[in-house]
């Protein structure tokens, strides 16, 4: 690890190389200062969506086709916090590639598969909620656990077989074409490639995603001022009201987890299909980052509107899911989410 030196120096990534790329130079105090919100970023997301992933899993209650999605969503940040975070933190903090081509390689393949699962996850989400809002006496036939589970490996295993494909064709095992000087692993894809991901990783699930949620909330609005003129009109709707509003809020929470993804996603995905030179290194190092801390934040929604996660949070903090038969406990109990 090398610091500004007070004679300003050139220092390099691999001094013994001729083409060693030259170090970014760093004062010890942004050396620290980086490394601290990396690990403090990597375990926020890494524990937060544990606990997600160690409630949908143990709870028999919770192992529903929406929250079976749920649960491959809080996967891909997990591996993000656990992996990407700290390898791109060191990345960006040493200002060089220390770890080979053939692992250049594998962490672009691992990156771009957890940003296009998630994106595949989103849409999932979209077309779960669509059809438990707007059809919701077609849902228990159309949307079932096997054929979610179906879906969500489908996603998984063709995002990997596209990302393989598409590492190996640009050459990312062996990118010494590629740099400039040695110590980089840059994205750089073929225009073929660019707009294949254009239109199946941003236009295709924009569209969807974008349409879907619209038709959902213009659906939620009809059922809700009928529901109110039947309850003006004095008629028992209580039972009906009550699932409408619960379809209604998981719609409203699972569209809040989207949009944020759609806010954070979208500039990034803009920025990195254009030409890398109009585009500044500070600018896509900050998108990225934004992507990154995305992360963490959809456990933060599902504890201000979930309070299935609340309690199942609490159960894991306190070892109760230790107790047998807890993953039988019924946490709907007196509560509809």
Known sequence: ?????????????????????????????????????VSVLSAWIVCLNLLVIISISHFKKLHTPTNLIILSLAVADLLTGLIVIPIEGIK?????????????????ILVRLLLFTSVGNLVLI???RYVAVCHPLLYPQKITTTKTLICICLCWFCCSVYNIENVISNGYFNISHKRLCYGQCIIMLKPAWRLTDLILF??????????????????????????????????????????RKSESKAALTLGIIVTVHLLCW????????????????????????????????????????????KISVKHILTLRIFQPASSLMDIFTDYHS
């Open 1 to 37: 690890m090398a610091y500004e030196t007070e004679d300003h120096e050139n220092q390099y990534c691999f001094p013994a190389i001729n083409s060693s790329c030259i170090k970014g130079k760093r004062s010890r105090h942004e050396h620290n200062i980086i490394y601290l919100f």
């Open 126 to 128: 979209a077309v779960d």
């Open 202 to 243: 941003f236009l295709f699930p924009c569209v969807v995603i974008i349409t879907v949620y619209l038709r959902i909330f213009y659906v939620v609005q009809r059922q809700v001022k009928v529901i109110n003129s039947l309850m003006k009109g004095g008629k028992c709707v209580v039972e009906g009201s009550v699932k």
């Open 92 to 108: 960006q903090n040493e200002t060089c590639w220390y770890f080979g081509d053939t692992y250049c390689g594998l962490f672009v």
């Open 266 to 309: 979208i500039p990034f995905n803009i920025c990195s299909l254009t030409d890398i030179t109009t585009i500044s290194s500070t600018t896509m190092t900050f998108l990225s980052w934004t992507l990154y801390v995305s992360c963490g934040l959809n456990p933060l929604i599902y504890a201000l509107f979930y309070r299935w996660f």
